[in-house]
C-alpha cells in the first residue's frame, strides 16, 4: 500500500480548518440574522470541519511516521551495506599486509642480509596475526 504524502495531508488539514475558521466567522457575523436552526446548522458544519481537520491530521502523523520508517530502514541497509564493505576492505588491507610483507622477506633473503631476514619475518608474523599497526 503506498504511502501518503504527508505534506499534502497537513495542507489539506489546514485547508479545512480554514473553512471551519470561515463558517465560524460567517455564523458570528450574522449571528443576528441567523435563524436559530441556522446557527445550529452552521455549528454542526463547524463541527465536522474539525473532526474532519483532525482525522486528516491523524492521517498525516501516521503517513509521515510511516515515511520516516522507510527512510530509518533504507539508512540502517545503507549502513549494513558499508560497514560489509568496509570488512572487506580491511580484509584486503590485511592480504596485502601478508603479501607486502612476504615480499620483503623474499627480497632479504635474495639479498642474503641475516637482520633484514629477521625484522621481515616479525613482520610476517606481525601481518599474519592481524597486528597491521
Known sequence: MATANPSALFDFADQLALVS??????RIKNKTIL??????????IEIKL????????????ASLGAVTENARIEVEAATKNAEALLRRIKRIERALSIATSVLN????AIA???Q????????VKDAVAGDTA
Open 21 to 26: 475558521s470561515e463558517v465560524l466567522k460567517f
Open 35 to 44: 435563524s436559530q436552526e441556522e446557527k445550529s446548522r452552521l455549528e454542526d
Open 50 to 61: 474539525d473532526k474532519a481537520t483532525a482525522e486528516v491530521r491523524a492521517k498525516g502523523i
Open 105 to 108: 622477506l623474499a627480497l632479504a
Open 112 to 114: 642474503g642480509q641475516p
Open 116 to 123: 633484514a631476514i629477521l625484522t621481515a619475518l616479525n613482520t
